[in-house]
Nanobody
Framework: QVQVVESGGGLVQTGGSLTLSCAAS????????VGWYRQAPGKRRVMVAI??????RYAEFAEGRFTISRDSAENTVVLQMNSLKPEDTAIYYC????????????????WGQGTQVTVSS
């Protein structure tokens, strides 16, 4: 089980930006497939962005607004979120225990505390 710690959430106005950070022990974040997911109240958890070697994948709602990247110096995976909307309000989770099979990504159902993102209108 890969244990991660998410941070960086907060309250921001519509159009604002936030930078989320995912940290873990060792060097797993520099090599593993890592993804950011989110769960809004009353909704199921969904993928936001995944970084897999040199490839990045984004949910349609994240395209053009969010960027996932690795910070090797800090051993973190960062999710930069710009042009935030109220519908982005959710708990955001990082997962570094993801497998790829036939082009699809499957995250193990092991989640940390996440970090709350609230976007006010």
């Amino acid at each position: 089980q890969v244990q991660v710690v998410e941070s960086g959430g907060g309250l921001v106005q519509t159009g604002g930006s936030l930078t989320l950070s995912c940290a873990a022990s060792g060097s797993i974040l520099t090599s593993n497939i890592v993804g950011w997911y989110r769960q809004a109240p009353g909704k199921r958890r969904v993928m936001v962005a995944i970084i897999d070697s040199g490839t990045e994948r984004y949910a349609e709602f994240a395209e053009g607004r969010f960027t996932i990247s690795r910070d090797s110096a800090e051993n973190t995976v960062v999710l930069q979120m710009n042009s935030l909307k109220p519908e982005d309000t959710a708990i955001y989770y990082c997962n570094a225990d993801i497998n790829r099979h036939q082009g699809r990504y499957f995250a193990k159902d092991l989640w940390g505390q996440g970090t709350q993102v609230t976007v006010s209108s």
